[in-house]
């Protein structure tokens, strides 16, 4: 074995994608990716790689300037550059989220407004569901959106927005009544809404304010916001799919790409790890030989590896199955499960085999060690995750009696 997860079945052409984003990651996001991140700086140039090697059209169909290619793909190539640095994953997955929805959901108007901007990355996608005082519970959005004759006004705020200040469209997810009597249930009654915006934080466009980033203990570098809206009126031709109260069908749709993706990056964050702590227990000696000639190292990068192979066999059978147009809902909360706790405890253990240098900011490990613990909650936690495997497992496997 040369590498870890590698990946049975793949075409000539997805191996040509998957060697040039490793390059790429290798030469111009690892040498750079700690330094910006102690700056909290956005990785402009590295993004501006990516949009030269096609990677915001990868997804994108061939119709509309895109690649046209699998979830898979995509998947193993955010897997190749959370392994040089989560943040930059983070940038991309927001964005394919929304084209994801655009293209499963959207009127052929917005796909063809908006996907061959977003191929060429010129329009940069964010999407909007959570709440300050929402967490998990989704139906409890209030947010609301009001018709005013052949519009709309928003009022409410959004939290945890990724790429909050450098998108320039985002899909928020508010309640909207209109057509819903009293009593429809919640996730009846929400609507997806278009949002265009100008860059930046401030107000971006008229009755919608980015009120700047959110300091956080890792996942630097990408900005993550709030969104306040108050009177922002969006035209009807803007509601995802023509027709209101299928926001929450249509989120929950993008959500399971993004688990796939939050899978892909605690593979690739693991990797990383396991990478790095291999690495210093070969240079590091204790008691006259490498530390990775005691048996307690060594079992520990037995675990490590077994748990790298673990969630990269169970992250790429998520992704396989989307791509086959079945439900995906429980191998998708599976690969996210397992890849996001199995990448805290790989992490932690590189962290133990450096010792008291992991705890150092010039080691990699230490920005790592930060970094992990956003898998446990991005895309749902640990719970939800329990939750969605829990019933669809029962739906499986009914009891008859």
């Given at each position: 074995m040369a590498r870890l997860a590698q990946t049975a079945g793949l075409t000539d052409v997805q191996q040509e994608i998957l060697s040039t984003v490793r390059d790429f990651v290798d030469k111009e996001i690892i040498p750079v990716a700690t330094e910006l991140e102690h700056r909290d700086e956005y990785p402009q140039q590295i993004v501006d790689g990516l949009k030269?090697?096609?990677?915001?059209?990868?997804?994108?169909?061939?119709?509309?300037?895109?690649?046209?290619?699998?979830?898979?793909?995509?998947?193993?190539?955010?897997?190749?550059?959370?392994?040089?640095?989560?943040?930059?994953?983070?940038?991309?997955?927001?964005?394919?989220?929304v084209a994801y929805m655009l293209k499963q959901h959207g009127t052929q108007e917005q796909k063809d407004h908006f996907l061959p901007r977003m191929a060429a990355g010129e329009v940069r996608g964010a999407f909007s569901m959570s709440e300050p005082g929402l967490?998990?519970?989704?139906?409890?959005?209030?947010?609301?959106?009001?018709?005013?004759?052949d519009e709309y006004v928003l009022?409410?705020?959004?939290?945890?927005?990724?790429n909050g200040g450098t998108s320039?469209?985002?899909?928020?997810?508010?309640?909207?009544?209109?057509?819903?009597?009293?009593?429809?249930?919640?996730?009846?009654?929400?609507?997806?809404?278009?949002?265009?915006?100008?860059?930046?934080?401030?107000?971006v466009r008229p009755?919608?304010?980015?009120?700047?980033?959110?300091?956080?203990?890792?996942?630097?570098?990408?900005?993550t916001t709030e969104l306040i809206m108050d009177g922002l009126r969006i035209p009807a031709n803007r509601v995802l799919g023509g027709t209101t109260g299928r926001g929450f069908y249509q989120m929950m749709d993008g959500v399971e790409v993004g688990r796939v993706n939050v899978a892909a990056r605690g593979c690739g964050v693991a990797q990383r790890a396991f990478e790095l702590g291999v690495g210093y227990a070969q240079?590091?000696?204790?008691?006259?030989?490498?530390?990775?000639?005691?048996?307690?190292?060594?079992?520990?990068?037995?675990?490590?590896?077994?748990?790298?192979?673990?969630?990269?066999?169970?992250?790429?059978?998520?992704?396989?199955?989307?791509?086959?147009?079945?439900?995906?809902?429980?191998?998708a909360g599976m690969a996210k499960y397992l890849a996001s706790e199995y990448c805290k405890e790989v992490v932690e253990d590189a962290f133990r085999i450096h010792g008291g240098y992991g705890f150092s900011k010039e080691y990699e490990i230490e920005r790592l060690y930060r970094e992990a613990p956003m898998l446990l909650i991005g895309e749902g936690t640990a719970e939800?995750?329990?939750?969605?495997?829990?019933?669809?497992?029962l739906e499986e496997y009914r009891f008859q009696g």
């Open positions: 030269e090697l096609g990677l915001f059209g990868l997804m994108i169909p061939e119709e509309y300037g895109g690649l046209g290619e699998s979830l898979l793909t995509y998947a193993l190539c955010v897997e190749e550059i959370a392994r040089g640095w989560m943040s930059v994953s983070g940038i991309i997955n927001t964005h394919f989220i967490g998990s519970d989704v139906s409890a959005i209030t947010s609301k959106a009001v018709k005013d004759g009022n409410g705020q959004k939290m945890w927005l990724t320039t469209l985002v899909a928020v997810l508010v309640r909207s009544d209109e057509g819903h009597p009293e009593g429809t249930a919640p996730h009846k009654s929400m609507t997806t809404f278009l949002v265009e915006k100008e860059p930046g934080f401030g107000e009755g919608l304010t980015i009120p700047g980033k959110i300091d956080k203990m890792g996942y630097k570098g990408v900005d240079q590091r000696h204790t008691f006259g030989k490498p530390i990775a000639q005691h048996q307690a190292i060594q079992f520990k990068l037995a675990e490590m590896a077994t748990k790298v192979e673990a969630a990269h066999a169970m992250m790429v059978n998520a992704a396989r199955k989307k791509d086959s147009g079945e439900r995906n809902d429980l191998e939800i995750q329990k939750m969605i495997i829990g019933r669809r497992l």
